[in-house]
């Protein structure tokens, strides 16, 4: 069980609006940003956002973060069917003084 | 652009020490924006941080592995290395090496990954 909460799977059709959640709490989200990493099959993660809501050189603008309080999300507009994937949030624990990662969620292009 | 490589043995023995070595290239391991890290997968799981480590040799390691975890850095050789002791089935997993930012956090820079099974 992690300490960083994700849906297990989302889904939508090519050209739709896709928005993971992860919930945490005071000693994570709560206190430290968030980034979020995309899997592709078969490969290594990949940075996808950091500082909440920044995004990497080379990142579609397609994708977005956000925060607010415990929680933060990842939307993805105009979906598309590489964005199949899997996809993880992650943060620093201030009382576990660990990097925790969310269990993942899978995303399917339907 | 800076890019890392795992190497080491596919598979360890029960209670043998895992041993992997991340090369980096294209950039210097002397640097003091980054810690270096360790990240491992399980198959069909998720991601969990092994530790990090600063060119200094100032080491980070989560909590939970730290009795049998060790990191250390060779800057001559501009590698950075995991050691795990006493491996059980339960270490079986895809070991990455990254790069994390100082400022942000984030592991901008992965390795491919190497997988390593824990069997007799």
């Known amino acids: 069980q992690s300490v960083l909460t994700q849906p297990p799977s989302a889904s939508g059709t090519p050209g739709q609006r896709v928005i993971i959640s992860c919930s945490g709490s005071?000693?994570?989200?709560?206190?430290?940003?968030i980034n979020w990493y995309q899997q592709l099959p078969g490969a290594a993660p990949k940075l996808l956002i950091y500082?909440?809501?920044e995004r990497p050189s080379g990142v579609p603008d397609r994708f977005s973060g956000s925060k607010s309080g415990t929680s933060a999300s990842l939307a993805i507009s105009g979906l598309q069917s590489e964005d199949e994937a899997d996809y993880y949030c992650?943060?620093?624990?201030?009382?576990?003084?660990?990097?925790?990662f969310g269990g993942g969620t899978r995303l399917t292009v339907l | 652009q800076v890019q890392l490589q795992e190497s080491g043995p596919g598979r360890v023995k029960p209670s043998e020490t895992l041993s992997l070595t991340c090369t980096v290239s294209?950039?210097?391991?002397?640097?003091?924006?980054?810690?270096w890290g360790w990240i491992r997968q399980p198959p069909g799981k998720g991601l969990e941080w092994i530790g990090n480590i600063y060119y200094s040799g100032n080491t980070y390691y989560n909590p939970s592995l730290k009795s049998r975890v060790s990191i250390s850095v060779d800057t001559s050789k501009n590698q950075f290395s995991l050691k795990l002791s006493s491996v059980s089935a339960a270490d079986t997993a895809v070991y990455y090496c990254?790069?994390?930012?100082?400022?942000?956090?984030?592991?901008?820079?992965w390795g491919r990954g190497t997988m390593v099974s824990v069997s007799s």
């Open positions: 294209g950039g210097s391991i002397r640097t003091n924006s980054y810690y």
């Open positions: 005071s000693s994570n989200i709560g206190s430290n940003t």
């Open positions: 500082n909440n809501n």
């Open positions: 992650a943060a620093w624990d201030d009382t576990l003084k660990s990097v925790i």
């Open positions: 990254a790069r994390r930012g100082l400022l942000t956090g984030a592991f901008d820079v």
